[in-house]
C-alpha cells in the first residue's frame, strides 16, 4: 500500500472527526489512527525493500558494463591480434587497441553514471517520503498527546473546584 495514500486518509480522519467544542482538538477514532498506523508499519518496510531492489538492480546494471567492459576489452586484444598477423604492424594494433580500451571505459563510466544517477533519485524520492510519513507521525502523536494533556488537566480542575452550593 502506498504511504502517501495512507497519509492521506490519516489527514481525512483527522479532518473530518468531531470537534471538540472551543479547542482546536478533535476527537478521533483510536481503532482507526491505530488501524492506519499499522497499516503504515507494513508498508514502509515495503519501500524499504523497494529501495533494496533498486540498489541490486543498480548492481546489476554495473556488474552488466564490467562484463560489456570485459568483452570488450577481449574484442580489442582480438582485433589487435589480426592487426598484428595481417599487417605486422604493431604501433598501429597498440593504438587500436588503447582506442578500442579508451571506448569500452568510457561506455562503462557512463553506464555506471547512469545508474548512480537513476539510484540517488530512486533513493531520494524514498527518502523524502520516509521523512513525511514520520512528519505526519510525529503531529498526529503530538495532536493526540495534547488531548489527553487537556483532558488531564480539565477532569483534575473539576476535582479540584470547591462546591459552590451552601450547606444546609
Request: glycine share 2%; aromatic share 2%; net charge negative.
Amino acid at each position: 500500500m502506498d504511504i502517501s495514500y495512507l497519509i492521506d486518509r490519516l489527514e481525512t480522519l483527522l479532518n473530518n472527526s468531531r470537534r471538540v467544542p472551543l479547542t482546536s482538538g478533535v476527537i478521533l477514532n483510536k481503532d482507526e489512527c491505530l488501524e492506519i498506523i499499522d497499516q503504515m508499519r507494513i508498508s514502509i518496510p515495503q519501500q524499504i525493500e523497494e529501495a533494496r531492489r533498486i540498489k541490486e538492480e543498480r548492481e546489476q546494471v554495473a556488474a552488466l558494463a564490467r562484463e560489456e567492459a570485459k568483452r570488450l576489452l577481449e574484442h580489442a586484444r582480438e582485433r589487435a591480434d589480426q592487426v598484428l598477423d595481417e599487417r605486422g604492424l604493431l604501433r598501429e594494433a597498440q593504438e587500436r587497441s588503447a582506442s578500442i580500451l579508451e571506448e569500452a571505459q568510457l561506455m562503462a563510466d557512463e553506464t555506471m553514471r547512469g545508474a548512480d544517477e537513476y539510484a540517488i533519485s530512486a533513493l531520494g524520492r524514498l527518502e523524502d517520503q520516509l521523512i513525511a510519513v514520520q512528519s505526519t507521525i510525529r503531529n498526529g502523536l503530538d495532536i493526540l498527546q495534547q488531548e489527553e494533556r487537556k483532558r488531564r488537566r480539565s477532569a483534575q480542575a473539576s476535582l479540584e473546584e470547591p462546591d459552590d452550593e451552601p450547606e444546609v
